[in-house]
């Protein structure tokens, strides 16, 4: 089936330190990709997205490069800030999903900044 | 747009009392999606509808669960009769059939069963 596998959190950097957070799937086909982000008290928001291999998602100074040879999709950020501290979510939309757009969503990775 | 709206955004009540939680999506979106967040289990899709037509209920946990969607612009999410294992924070999100993997979340409403 389809599903995805984030790395157990919580992260904790220091202001401008460099972040990585890994995220495999599972999926048959050609699945998009996306990352999500949750701040504190708030619904989630798409960060980026990819939705074929080898294609880049960029926002905000965050990066994912979809990786179907190891069916990755890392989330990663040259400088992080403290107002980057959230719930970071890998997701997919299987490709055979009949045209719905279901999402299959990670268990998520807190993020804590400090200065 | 204001994006997608939720009310309450908090909701305590007792055990055995029905709880309705309440979305109206972004304008023009086709499609409406209910969440449920809690530590254990993550964030779980209950239900999601097209065009005002529920298409995949399967993550509805049981018949106590139920949601509706009258018209494009509302949606309900009822739980009848509630239980403190349903405390959870409850989302809603809608999208865009043109681009229909991008979903809009609303704040969710944070439910407290006691």
């Known amino acids: 089936g389809n599903s995805v596998t984030q790395m157990e959190g919580p992260v904790t950097l220091s202001e401008e330190a460099f972040l990585t957070i890994n995220c495999t799937y599972t999926?048959?086909?050609?699945?998009?990709l996306f990352w999500y982000v949750q701040y504190p008290g708030e619904g989630l928001q798409l960060l980026l997205k990819a939705t074929k291999a080898d294609d880049k998602g960029s926002n905000k100074g965050f990066e994912a490069t979809y990786r179907k040879e190891t069916t990755s999709f890392h989330l990663e950020k040259g400088s992080v800030q403290v107002s980057d501290s959230a719930v970071y979510f890998c997701a997919l939309s299987p490709s055979l999903s009949g045209g719905y757009n279901k999402l299959i969503f990670g268990a998520g990775t807190r993020l804590a900044v400090h200065p | 747009d204001a994006g997608v709206i939720q009310s309450p955004r908090h909701e305590v009540t007792e055990m055995g009392q029905e709880v309705t939680l309440r979305c109206k999506p972004i304008s023009g979106h086709d499609y409406l999606f209910w969440y449920r967040q809690t530590m254990m289990r993550g964030l779980e899709l209950l239900i999601y509808?097209?065009?005002?037509?529920?298409?995949?209920d399967s993550g509805m946990p049981e018949d106590r669960f139920s949601a509706k969607m009258p018209n494009a612009s509302f949606s309900t999410l009822k739980i009848q009769p509630s239980e403190p294992r349903d405390s959870a924070v409850y989302f809603c999100?809608?999208?865009?059939?043109?681009?229909?993997?991008?979903?809009?979340f609303g704040p969710g409403t944070r439910l407290l069963v006691l």
């Open positions: 999926a048959t086909g050609y699945p998009s």
């Open positions: 509808f097209n065009n005002n037509v529920p298409i995949d």
């Open positions: 999100a809608s999208s865009l059939t043109a681009s229909k993997e991008t979903q809009y």
